[in-house]
């Protein structure tokens, strides 16, 4: 990839589609919205807060990344989206639960202006769903069609200059790459012919791409991780990315384990539960759906520690998760894990993390950062794969002939160096050698 000569400004409107606005999709309109009246602060989003250091140490320069990079302000951006079900974005965050009545009153009249249109929905793909606003089509293609019309009108009618989409809407089932998603011809043949392996997702995904909108992916499953997209995004000149928003357990996991393997402690095992009540948790109930997320789950650890190249210390490693689906909980999760790890002559230990959490709380500036960053790669000429932004993601997307970087620490060097790269700032090593000459 060539650096880029240089970046346009965000001029004009931002429109931010999200196809799902349930718990994670209406949280992040809400807090937008609290954030640009200055009711909150816009914690967890380091487009918003975070800084990137310049130069040398010396050098005092540590811009906050958003007046270092020209990214859209959030005064700019204008909310969209597709649900199954008819409820606005305050109703349906009423029924997520997330906030308190409190924030979602100080919301309520721009909330109730979000209306979600309808999905492009087939529940063979999500079993534990049962909506009505629901698009009528003889084929997929047609559906694809249905929803391009829907972004081109959302565009003209709210006066946007660009577009981006990011999936908030539930896990389908699992599905592998086929012969159908291998080359556009055959993917659109496959729409047309109604092809099993084309979910919904990937329709929305077809329809974003065509339109020249960055598309992101925040849940694990298949949607624009096939040939078939990725080289459709190329030719058209759009950013895509996925797969899965990194929150909770798995952000845990990718925070610790380098930490193991950093000081080259050997792991036995780690067995991550959750228990949820949202309806994500519901709809993971389904074994097609879960084992969807679980594939995006367990794929973190090998990753990061490397069994091929560390056998001694973690070539017998027994990963396990699970998630139950528990009512009572609503959205504010509870994920524990047992990690069995070795020391020095092999004595074991073990670590129990019990993290009390709010999924949605973690998701929601995930949304807003990627609608930000893939904004910005495309002003900046980026297109295809952003693996820069694999930060944000459980399972990140890469070239074919790449493993995906799973380190947290390792994703945010990278992506901070590529914003430096972006703007023709000096990348930083670590190296620091100078400071003793
Ligand atoms: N909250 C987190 O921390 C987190 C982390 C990683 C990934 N995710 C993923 O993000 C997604 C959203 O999570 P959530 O908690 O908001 O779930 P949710 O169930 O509250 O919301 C998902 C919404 O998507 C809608 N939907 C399903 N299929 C659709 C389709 N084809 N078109 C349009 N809308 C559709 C559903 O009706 C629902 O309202 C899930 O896939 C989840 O696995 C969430």
């Known amino acids: 990839?060539?650096?880029?000569?240089?970046?346009?400004?965000?001029?004009?409107?931002?429109?931010?589609?999200?196809?799902?606005?349930?718990?994670?999709?209406?949280?992040?309109?809400?807090?937008?919205?609290?954030?640009?009246?200055?009711?909150?602060?816009?914690?967890?989003?380091?487009?918003?807060?975070?800084?990137?250091?310049?130069?040398?140490?010396?050098?005092?320069?540590?811009?906050?990344?958003?007046?270092?990079?020209?990214?859209?302000?959030?005064?700019?951006?204008?909310?969209?989206?597709?649900?199954?079900?008819?409820?606005?974005?305050?109703?349906?965050?009423?029924?997520?639960?997330?906030?308190?009545?409190?924030?979602?009153?100080?919301?309520?009249?721009?909330?109730?202006?979000?209306k979600p249109m309808k999905a492009a929905f087939d529940q063979t793909y999500v079993k534990n769903l049962h909506g009505t606003n629901i698009k009528k089509g003889k084929t997929k293609f047609d559906l694809a069609e249905q929803l391009r019309e829907d972004i081109r009108d959302f565009k003209k009618k709210n006066k946007l200059d660009r577009l981006v989409m990011v999936w908030c809407a539930s896990t389908e089932v699992f599905l592998k790459?086929?012969?159908?998603?291998?080359?556009?011809?055959?993917?659109?043949?496959?729409?047309?012919?109604?092809?099993?392996?084309?979910?919904?997702?990937?329709?929305?995904?077809?329809?974003?791409?065509?339109?020249?909108?960055?598309?992101?992916?925040?849940?694990?499953?298949?949607?624009?991780?096939?040939?078939?997209?990725?080289?459709?995004?190329?030719?058209?000149?759009?950013?895509?990315g996925g797969k899965d928003f990194k929150t909770g357990q798995t952000l845990m996991k990718t925070v610790l384990a380098p930490g193991f393997k950093a000081r080259m402690l050997g792991l036995n095992g780690w067995f991550s539960t959750n228990i949820l009540g949202n309806r994500d948790g519901e709809v993971l109930e389904d074994p097609g759906s879960f084992k969807t997320k679980e594939e995006s789950k367990l794929g973190a650890l090998e990753y990061i520690l490397q069994p091929n190249l560390y056998p001694d210390l973690y070539g017998k490693i027994h990963h396990k998760v699970r998630i139950n689906y528990y009512p009572p909980r609503g959205d504010n999760k509870e994920g524990w894990d047992n990690i069995d790890i070795f020391g020095w002559l092999g004595y074991p230990m073990q670590i129990k993390v019990d993290f009390l959490c709010r999924d949605s709380i973690l998701a929601a500036p995930i949304v807003l950062d990627l609608a930000l960053f893939f904004d910005l790669a495309q002003r900046a000429g980026m297109r295809g794969i952003q693996e820069w932004?694999?930060?944000?993601?459980?399972?990140?997307?890469?070239?074919?002939?790449?493993?995906?970087?799973?380190?947290?620490?390792?994703?945010?060097?990278?992506?901070?160096?590529?914003?430096?790269?972006?703007?023709?700032?000096?990348?930083?090593?670590?190296?620091?050698?100078?400071?003793?000459?």
């Open 177 to 240: 790459p086929e012969d159908v998603h291998k080359d556009l011809a055959s993917f659109e043949k496959g729409m047309k012919a109604n092809h099993p392996a084309i979910a919904p997702s990937m329709l929305y995904a077809y329809a974003a791409i065509s339109e020249g909108v960055p598309f992101a992916n925040g849940a694990p499953n298949l949607t624009v991780d096939i040939p078939a997209l990725e080289s459709f995004a190329k030719d058209q000149h759009v950013p895509i």
């Open 1 to 114: 990839m060539r650096r880029p000569v240089s970046v346009a400004p965000p001029k004009g409107k931002l429109g931010v589609l999200t196809p799902g606005m349930g718990a994670v999709g209406t949280t992040f309109m809400a807090g937008v919205e609290l954030v640009r009246r200055k009711e909150s602060l816009p914690v967890g989003s380091l487009t918003q807060m975070g800084t990137v250091r310049l130069g040398k140490r010396t050098d005092n320069r540590v811009p906050k990344i958003k007046d270092f990079v020209p990214l859209a302000e959030l005064d700019n951006l204008v909310f969209g989206g597709w649900d199954v079900f008819p409820d606005d974005a305050y109703e349906a965050a009423s029924k997520a639960g997330v906030l308190d009545a409190k924030d979602l009153a100080k919301a309520q009249k721009f909330l109730k202006n979000i």
């Open 389 to 437: 932004l694999s930060f944000y993601f459980k399972s990140p997307m890469c070239a074919k002939e790449l493993y995906p970087e799973h380190d947290l620490f390792i994703q945010l060097m990278k992506l901070k160096n590529t914003l430096r790269w972006m703007m023709g700032e000096e990348l930083i090593t670590h190296l620091g050698a100078e400071y003793y000459d």
